[in-house]
């Protein structure tokens, strides 16, 4: 299969036409090069926030309900194009505002046939927790797609070892992120790599990229697309398959055969996936010495 991962700048829009647009254009992009999986950030669909007007986009919370309102909308442009291209694709995450309790920042997985599958993120950032009030949301959960398992870690989840290995079952991982500095780009990577070393999978970062000084939300951005995979038989001994230069708004694709993923876990130079449950009987020994 072919993936497409998307270093994404968060624009202005002066109208729903102007974001149709956008995110068509993306897409028709990826498409033309034979991708057969597109993955865009976290956070991205925070640009729909100017449509409510600059008042509005530079309140956390009216932002907030601004996008809410629009991801019906967004949800079905995104399922049209999945089906016109034949192709998957996961959508921007969004704060979307519950009936009871606050919001939770969501992603929605597209696939050809008409089929939606919704992730929302485990574990908030302290920005999210401490100032914009952004609530957990539903359980991780496994999708069967036609490309494979697919699995679902929100930025800060990817760096959480238990929920990558709660995923273990899946060939891909995706990572949409959205960090405002090189250091939370480099820890969410970090995270990446570790799950795809751990879990002997794929993984796939998208990021968003570029200023958005009218937001408060995501108005720095830093990040890059990668895919990343076990350093072992058939990969690259970097651990990278792809990796797009930082800071510049683009997709980075990759070539990843499954059958790949499938023999490291059978036959690899390590078997860390297989492995993981070690980690407790000797857990459980340093404990019983330390207690004497």
């Known amino acids: 299969m072919k993936i497409a991962t998307a270093a994404y700048p968060i624009d202005w829009l002066d109208s729903w036409a102007a974001y149709e647009d956008k995110i068509s254009r993306w897409v028709d992009v990826a498409a033309g090069q034979g991708a057969d999986l597109l993955v865009f950030p976290e956070y991205g669909a925070m640009e729909l926030a100017s449509l409510g007007g600059t008042e509005a986009a530079g309140d956390l919370e009216r932002s907030i309900h601004v996008v809410s309102e629009h991801i019906p909308a967004v949800d079905q442009l995104h399922k049209n194009l999945a089906q016109k291209h034949g192709l998957h694709i996961l959508a921007a995450s969004a704060p979307v505002a519950q009936d009871s309790g606050r919001p939770v920042n969501r992603s929605r997985f597209f696939g050809p046939t ?49 929920l990558g290995r709660a995923l273990a079952e899946c060939d891909i991982i995706l990572v949409p992120s959205c960090t405002d500095a090189l250091s939370g780009y480099w820890r969410v990577r970090i995270g990446a790599m570790a799950r795809a070393l751990e879990q002997q999978c794929v993984t796939v970062l998208a990021s968003t990229v570029g200023d958005a000084p009218w937001s408060p939300a995501v108005d720095e951005n830093v990040g890059a697309g990668g895919v990343f995979c076990p350093p072992d038989k058939g990969f690259p001994p970097s651990g990278v398959l792809a990796e797009g230069p930082l800071n510049r708004a683009q997709w980075t694709y990759a070539e990843v055969d499954p059958a790949l993923v499938a023999a490291v876990r059978q036959d690899g130079a ?22 004497g």
């Open 114 to 162: 008409g089929d939606v599958v919704v992730q929302d993120k485990q574990i908030m950032t302290r920005f999210e927790r401490e100032q914009w009030d952004i609530a957990p949301g539903d359980p991780l959960q496994v999708i069967e797609t036609t490309l494979g398992r697919v699995g679902i870690l929100i930025c800060y989840d990817c760096e959480f070892p238990l």
């Open 270 to 291: 390590v078997l860390n996936r297989r492995h993981w449950d070690e980690q407790q009987d000797r857990l459980a020994m340093v404990r019983k010495a330390r207690l």
